[in-house]
């Protein structure tokens, strides 16, 4: 079964540094989503992807954090200067096209911790 | 703000029926509702979707109310594996269907 890669699986930063998480989504899927997911609390989207274009961005904190998918395949998420409350689950999720809920295929998650 | 309202927290016993309930008495008439499971360190995984008629699948089945206000998703012979966080979302069944998430229900199925 295709499965969608994250890498690092776990990360352990120090406040003020950068870190930057890795999603290779299923082969052919169109649209990408990241997801942070706070200990005890449901994953939060902070971007969506379109092959290469961001279609929504509103949750991103953007003074801090990046995202790109520069060929509309992989896909990189950067936080710098990370800060204590950063510390969570970033999730990289997949689907054939937009919306279709149904359709997301999640990977196992990148856990930060920044001390 | 999520759509939907789920207990905190249940118990199952494993061979037993899981009932899970959910409360969306705001959904709209092109919304589905979706079910998701978070089992321990891994990432959500879809389970099933429904409009207004049952469904059922390998995994689980969804029973929908006549009014749409409230659904519950059935294990049917719960397993030790089951143990997960579900949640349960609404979101248009189209090109505006994004998942968004509530703090689901942490499901434990006891030996």
């Known amino acids: 079964e295709a499965e969608v890669a994250q890498s690092p699986r776990y990360k352990i930063t120090e406040k003020s540094q950068a870190v930057a998480f890795w999603c290779d989504p299923i082969?052919?899927?169109?649209?990408l989503y990241w997801y942070r997911q706070i200990l005890g609390q449901g994953p939060e989207l902070l971007v969506q992807?379109?092959?290469?274009?961001?279609?929504?961005d509103s949750q991103l904190p953007k003074d801090r954090f990046s995202a790109e998918r520069l060929k509309g395949v992989d896909s990189t998420l950067k936080i710098q200067p990370a800060e204590l409350g950063d510390s969570a689950m970033y999730l990289c999720?997949?689907?054939?096209?937009?919306?279709?809920?149904?359709?997301?295929?999640f990977g196992s998650g990148t856990r930060l911790t920044v001390v | 703000d999520a759509k939907t309202t789920q207990p905190t927290s249940m118990d199952c016993a494993e061979g037993r029926a899981a009932n899970l309930p959910c409360n969306h008495s705001t959904i709209s008439g092109n919304e589905y509702v979706y079910w998701y499971r978070q089992i321990h360190s891994q990432g959500p995984q879809y389970i099933i979707h429904g409009l207004k008629n049952n469904e059922t699948n390998e995994m689980a089945s969804l029973i929908i109310t006549e009014d749409r206000k409230s659904s519950t998703l059935i294990l049917p012979h719960a397993t030790l594996r089951d143990t997960a966080v579900y949640y349960c979302?609404?979101?248009?069944?189209?090109?505006?269907?994004?998942?968004?998430f509530g703090k689901g229900t942490k499901l434990s199925v006891k030996p």
């Open positions: 999720a997949s689907s054939p096209q937009t919306g279709f809920a149904y359709g997301y295929t």
């Open positions: 979302i609404v979101a248009n069944g189209g090109s505006q269907g994004n998942l968004i």
């Open positions: 082969s052919g899927h169109a649209t």
């Open positions: 992807f379109q092959d290469e274009s961001v279609v929504d």
